[in-house]
Each structure stands twice: as structure tokens, then as C-alpha cells.
Nanobody, 121 residues
Framework: QVQLVESGGDLVQPGGSLRLSCAASGSIFRIFDMAWYRQAPGKQRELAAI???????HYANSVKGRFTISRDNAKNTVYLQMTDLKPEDTAVYYCYARVQPTTTQGGADYWGQGTQVTVSS
């Protein structure tokens, strides 16, 4: 089994910064894409940023230029550096990873439990 554990969510003032972390553990042979999704109250979950195993990144237009996704493959960890935060960034942020648990299994999608980010004065 694979577990994703997020940390770093908090209450921050507009214009502030936060760094989210997500560590994958358990049976892991290979991790493909890793990503951060977010879900605001009353809205659907949406992709914020995604990073491939080779480091290629893609961002939602709403966060481009303010958020930076990165990963440490040796630690099976993905990060989301968020700057110039706005009230509309308030959401539960979920970590995602596509993981191949063993050499004999195919890839599967895994999710973290979510971490709350609140941007308010």
C-alpha cells in the first residue's frame, strides 16, 4: 500500500507565502507524475500544478507565476511553494501521485488526505 501525507497548510494573510509538502511512503517501485489539486468550498476539485518524473511542469492559469511545484525523487516528496497568496487560493490542497508499487504491478493513482490553506486578513 502507498500513503501520501501532506503538511504545511495554514492560515495566511493576503500576499503571504506558504510551502506545502507531500511525502509518499509504502510499497513504491516508481513514481510517475506528482501533482497538487485544490478544492474550494462549493467547487469542484481542480488541478493547481503537476510535475513529471523528469521535472516537466504545468500550472493552472490562476496560479502561474505565483506557485512553484518541485520534487525530490530521492525522498519521494513533492512540494508546492505558494507566493502572493490571494483569498481565492483558499481551499483544501490535495497531493496526487501515480505510483507503480512493484515491478509486477501497473501504475495506480493515490491521493493524500488534504491540507487546509486559508488566505484571509
Amino acid at each position: 500500500q502507498v500513503q501520501l501525507v501532506e503538511s504545511g497548510g495554514d492560515l495566511v494573510q493576503p500576499g503571504g507565502s506558504l510551502r506545502l509538502s507531500c511525502a509518499a511512503s509504502g510499497s513504491i517501485f516508481r513514481i510517475f507524475d506528482m501533482a497538487w489539486y485544490r478544492q474550494a468550498p462549493g467547487k469542484q476539485r481542480e488541478l493547481a500544478a503537476i510535475i513529471s518524473s523528469g521535472g516537466s511542469t504545468h500550472y493552472a492559469n490562476s496560479v502561474k507565476g505565483r506557485f512553484t511545484i518541485s520534487r525530490d525523487n530521492a525522498k519521494n516528496t513533492v512540494y508546492l511553494q505558494m507566493t502572493d497568496l490571494k483569498p481565492e487560493d483558499t481551499a483544501v490542497y490535495y497531493c496526487y501521485a501515480r505510483v507503480q508499487p512493484t515491478t509486477t504491478q501497473g501504475g495506480a493513482d493515490y491521493w493524500g488526505q488534504g491540507t487546509q490553506v486559508t488566505v484571509s486578513s
